[in-house]
């Protein structure tokens, strides 16, 4: 007989808060519980936990668990660059998606079984094959086994294969994997076993391709094609040779060079289809792993600078990056598994999309000289600029999201923080502007959060020369969202903490 899963007396306590609260009062009472002295991070696991106990996966990648999990580790970065209670707003967001996904009549509520691990012999391959076969309980059971068994990259490989040879179906199969590990880093790998057997159930299901109108049906049709022909990166590998080689890793001071130019080749490509093979020429050429990642990054922060979009979920430039080159980093894993994960980044369905709203010239970059102007005076205007951005409700757009344009307005901020960076100013108060900014957001179910962590990291883990792309990025996509409807959890949450 099948049971719920349940957790220790605390934290199940916790999670029936999450679970059981009224979406009308869950502000308040988390305000509350934090006044207590509840920690933000304690809250967050107890609203992971819930929203994979009780809401259902859904057919596409909206709604359910995936967004709220892989939201998590952007949440927990972004309430650690602010100050005082503005730093609580990050995890209230976080617990009022959890509450809101489980109290919605498409998401919830659900309920996940305890379910027994196949223990045994079960294997990698194991997993492997169920995954493939559409068997989820199967590969569910064998996930748990594996882990009890503490066989973490057992259930890692599978994992991370089937999601990259996915990608170009939706960009999730691999990006909510990979940003469920992220928030085992951060919330603690303690929380794997409940964590890990949605993205493993999702993988197993079938892929949703029902197209309900001709321009779907292209649109799938695009994907399905792309994904039968997934062996065009795998040839790429054979060409080079690349699994032969003995490929650098690290990258160093050496390759600052030809990191640019790869990048600036990746950024002014008008189509992303060779750009794997950029790629795969270079690393047979020398550079690096860590190098190729970071010309990549360059490159997509290049593309996206370019584009016209005007989507708030129009992240996945940056997040798949961003995931890859998490990947890259590490231990144990395949090497095939990492190049793939790389070679595999223009190929995702919603990277294309946003790459074809291209409009805009390349942007020249920083000059040597110095901006006019105080530090103090240009995060004043930033802030100013993006204030000012024209509102707009999502629930009551007359058209696709998709096909939403930028503001002009945006182009101002854009330039306001290229200044910035042009300056040389500290990336620290910019960073933590956008962090606070960004906290308003509840609409675009933490796409901007993870934007705004993506180009934080991509920032940071990017040579001085080419860096200034994500601080740019940053703040094109936080003008974008900005002014976005509706905001009702802020509103209550800065009226309880009186911020």
């Known amino acids: 007989m099948l049971r719920p899963l349940q957790f220790d007396p605390k934290t199940e306590a916790a999670v029936r808060f999450v679970e059981d609260t009224e979406p009308a009062e869950i502000v308040a009472e988390t305000v509350a519980r934090l006044r207590a002295g509840q920690t933000p991070a304690s809250l967050m696991r107890a609203g992971a936990l819930a929203v994979v106990r009780s809401t259902e996966l859904p057919a596409d990648h909206h709604g359910g668990p995936v967004h709220p999990v892989a939201g998590l580790h952007a949440v927990l970065n972004l309430a650690g660059r602010l100050n005082g209670d503005k730093g609580l707003v990050p995890a209230i967001q976080s617990v009022a998606l959890a509450n809101l996904h489980i109290h919605s009549p ?33 590969a569910e059971r064998t996930t748990l086994g594996l882990l009890k068994k503490g066989e973490r990259q057992a259930v890692l490989e599978p994992i991370l294969a089937a999601g990259t040879r996915r990608n170009s179906l939706d960009d999730h199969y691999f990006l909510y ?4 590990l992220r928030a085992l880093d951060g919330l603690g790998w303690d929380l794997a076993s409940p964590l890990l057997r949605p993205p493993v159930r999702y993988l197993a299901s079938n892929a949703l391709m029902e197209a309900t109108d001709q321009a779907q049906a292209t649109y799938m049709a695009e994907n399905v ?9 795998t040839q790429l590998i054979a060409e080079h040779r690349l699994l032969q080689r003995e490929l650098r890793i690290e990258t160093g001071a050496d390759e600052s060079a030809a990191i640019g130019t790869l990048g600036w080749r990746i950024g002014e490509s008008s189509d992303l289809a060779p750009v794997p093979g950029y790629l795969a020429e270079a690393l047979a050429a020398g550079l690096s792993l860590e190098g190729a990642g970071e010309a990549l990054s360059y490159g ?3 593309i996206y600078l370019c584009t016209t979009t005007g989507n708030p979920f129009d992240v996945h430039i940056h997040t798949g990056l961003n995931a890859r080159r998490y990947l890259i980093g590490l231990e144990g894993l395949a090497l095939e598994t990492k190049l793939l994960a790389l070679l595999t980044w223009a190929d995702g369905p919603e990277v294309r999309l946003a790459a074809e709203t291209r409009g805009h010239a390349l942007p020249d970059g920083p000059a040597a000289a110095p901006a006019s102007g105080s530090q103090a005076d240009a ?14 409700d999502l629930r009551t757009i007359a058209v696709p999201v998709e096909t939403l344009r930028e503001a002009l307005q945006v182009r101002e901020t854009m330039a306001l923080a290229e200044g910035y960076a042009r300056a040389g100013h500290d990336p620290a108060p910019f960073f933590a ?16 959060y993870k934007m ?27 003008a974008t969202v900005y002014a976005m409807l509706p905001q009702e959890i802020y509103p209550r949450a800065a009226r309880l903490l009186e911020i």
């Open 225 to 233: 094609a792309r994904y039968q022909a997934f062996g065009v990166f």
């Open 452 to 478: 705004q962590q993506a180009a934080f990291e991509e920032f940071h883990a990017t040579r001085a020369p080419y860096r200034w792309v994500h601080m740019v990025a940053a703040a094109r996509h936080l």
């Open 300 to 302: 997509a922060g290049l």
């Open 433 to 448: 502007l956008m962090a606070e900014l960004v906290s308003r957001d509840e609409a675009s179910e933490m796409h901007a």
């Open 177 to 180: 994997p990979l940003y469920t």
């Open 379 to 392: 995060l004043a205007a930033i802030r100013e600029s993006i204030e000012a951005q024209p509102a707009f």
């Open 106 to 138: 498409e998401m919830g509520p659900s309920l996940m079984g305890d379910l027994d691990s196949s223990g045994g012999e079960a294997s990698a391959q194991d997993l492997a094959e169920q995954i493939g076969g559409h068997r989820a309980l199967a």
